[in-house]
């Protein structure tokens, strides 16, 4: 077959087997973390063209293209992206992290820059043991800001690696513009800082695209060092499939595949251009899109009357804040589309790079000289990328300057187990940050307590880390006006038998499980701890005094946690007020899969916390 038509064939793949997943999972929570590859499907067939055996493939969370560019099939793709048992990965991969060692994908990765380093690695071998071998590393324009893109191209230069580092510039990233947030004017300026070749081209670029992309590959086989791509992309594909994308309504005049159909069948090259569309399309028809969700909620979650869900609380409370203290600041990235930006403008409300690193550093800066930021840092999984600045900074920093206020900065990250993101976007480091000192650490369970920490917080000297459980946005309760007290839990049910102590969603598990004990005579006391640091032992100290049994319920991992740190306190300081030996319930020490069906099994429920509860008083 020659080269366009294969070319042809596999745009042709991609776009119709995007089309018919995005109609199969339209307007459900798996949408939210499929990322769709219209409009840079030329990229994917140009690279399916020039890839070969040894060769190593790095991509980013917007894989489907270049996974199916490289071979892997249609339905087994299909079974990933739907994190089914079955799956090559088990139902660990789901659509953000798609590998496969035999067609050559060595990673598919969800921090925006995490995966150029390991291209570069990849590179490195090549140029060490593999003759005539690349490294391929795929990322948005949304990454160029972030020191991983700017150290791994420094070193790639340096030792003249095999990689080429492409770019899919569609000029956003996220909601956030290319030009607001970039100091250059495109992307390939970025080669001459470290003298290596760079090329623009566009996938539109219908007589030459493929030709100059061959042509840039052999040069970088040949040895003649690595090159940074940027390809201009079409600006036709929403972030996610959560957004409303209507594949009949996109503008033919920018559209490749409209263009390419075109073109081929001006030239007559392929034959019967419209006959080929319809073979491809037909053989992806017959693959079964239906997907069957799991309906099971993975926390159950307890409502109470109310005015207010617990996002909007948040919401309306930095409103509040922010019209009262005209010190706080919000950073972060794609804020321009947000109420704080359309109220308080672009001199309050700061849309940032996604660089989380730099940017909790530049809140600090601002804190330390009198404002008040608060960072938006998305998902918890980010806040290890800005470990440097929260950790070495923000938290030490208090402890080797003298005479200076500590810098009162707010790092907001979306927390949990909770929606099938796989393992990278479903962790839960609030135990981890337990661990340093200097950190305030908020992370509450209802609206009322969500919003009386944030204003509480306003007072507090240092640091702060607020995790909000992504399974809880919608949970009802009501604002409150009143700062709820830094470092004092609440006691959410009373009782006489025993102590189960949690914060965030588990919160909920423990008020569900109280509620099915009190039909077995049994008598559960629920801590909801709001504040994990500083902690509040005492109020945990004083309910054993009284049940003389606990259960921690953790919803993070087994080790140097959140469990392990109040266990180790009440059996240092109240064990002679236990009944028999504390009791942790907490995730498994693993990544988390992408499968719900999965993840049902391996986070702490109702009916294991039952069970445990049963097994410690009556020995069942």
Request: glycine share 8%.
């Amino acid at each position: 077959m020659k080269r366009n038509e294969k070319f042809y064939r596999k745009i042709i793949e991609i776009r119709h087997f995007e089309r018919k997943l995005y109609e199969s999972i339209k307007g459900s929570d798996l949408a939210r973390y499929i990322h769709l590859s219209v409009g840079r499907e030329p990229v994917a067939a140009a690279v399916g063209l020039e890839f070969i055996p040894g060769d190593a493939m790095v991509s980013t969370y917007r894989t489907h293209g270049i996974s199916l560019a490289l071979g892997i099939s249609p339905t087994e793709l299909l079974a990933e992206i739907l994190a089914v048992k079955n799956s090559h990965s088990e139902g660990f991969s789901g659509s953000i992290h798609i590998e496969s060692r035999e067609n050559g994908i060595y990673d598919s990765n969800g921090i925006i820059a995490g995966g150029i380093p390991i291209a570069t690695g990849l590179g490195m071998y090549r140029k060490i043991e593999m003759e005539n071998r690349i490294a391929w590393c795929f990322f948005g324009d949304g990454a160029v800001q972030a020191g991983s893109f700017h150290e791994s191209l420094n070193i790639a230069a340096r030792h003249q690696l095999p990689v080429i580092f492409i770019c899919e510039n569609n000029g956003l990233g996220m909601t956030t513009t290319f030009e607001s947030v970039a100091a250059v004017n495109h992307v390939v300026d970025y080669a001459n800082v470290y003298q290596i070749k760079g090329v623009q081209l566009d996938v539109n670029h219908l007589e030459g695209f493929l030709d100059e992309f061959a042509s840039l590959v052999q040069q970088v086989r040949n040895g003649q060092g690595p090159a940074l791509v940027e390809i201009n992309i079409p600006p036709i594909c929403p972030h996610s499939a959560a957004d409303e994308m209507d594949f009949t309504q996109i503008d033919q005049n920018i559209d490749p595949i409209h263009l390419y159909t075109e073109f081929y069948s001006k030239t007559k090259e392929l034959g019967d251009v419209q006959q080929i569309k319809l073979e491809v399309e037909q053989q992806i028809d017959q693959i079964s899109f239906t997907w069957y969700p799991d309906q099971r909620p993975i926390v159950p979650l307890y409502h109470r009357d109310g005015e207010s869900t617990f996002r909007q609380a948040i919401q309306e409370t930095i409103e509040d804040l922010m019209a009262e203290d005209q010190r706080i600041m919000m950073l972060g990235t794609a804020l321009e589309r947000t109420p704080f930006f359309k109220r308080f403008g672009p001199e309050r409300v700061k849309s940032m790079p996604i660089a989380e690193n730099s940017v909790v550093g530049i809140a600090h800066g601002l804190a330390l000289d009198g404002k008040k930021p608060i960072m938006d840092i998305m998902m918890a999984g980010f806040t290890y990328v800005a470990a440097d600045q929260i950790i070495n900074q923000l938290a030490m920093g208090q402890f080797y300057r003298n005479q200076v206020p500590a810098p009162n900065v707010l790092i907001r990250a979306l927390i949990g187990s909770g929606e099938a993101m796989g393992a990278q976007h479903s962790q839960n480091p609030h135990g981890m940050f337990l661990h340093v000192p200097g950190l305030t650490i908020l992370y509450p369970a209802f609206p009322e307590d969500a919003s009386g920490v944030l204003r509480a917080v306003q007072d507090v000297d240092g640091p702060v880390l607020f995790f909000e459980h992504i399974l809880l946005r919608n949970v009802q309760g009501n604002k409150s006006q009143e700062p709820y007290p830094i470092g004092k839990l609440s006691v959410k049910r009373q009782g006489t038998d025993i102590t189960f102590v949690a914060a965030g969603a588990m919160v909920h598990v423990c008020l569900e499980t109280a509620n099915m004990l009190e039909e077995t005579d049994i008598d559960a006391e629920v801590l909801d701890l709001v504040t994990i640091a500083p902690l509040d032992l005492d109020g945990i100290y004083e309910s054993i005094e009284k049940t003389g049994r606990l259960i921690v319920v953790d919803e993070a991992w087994p080790y140097a946690g959140l469990a392990d740190h109040i266990v180790a306190q009440l059996t240092i300081n109240r064990f002679t007020h236990l009944k028999v030996p504390p009791a942790v319930l907490t995730l498994p020490a693993m990544g988390l899969p992408s499968s719900k069906e999965l993840i049902l099994e391996l986070i702490p429920s109702v009916e294991k916390l039952r069970d445990l509860t049963n097994k410690i008083i009556k020995g069942d």
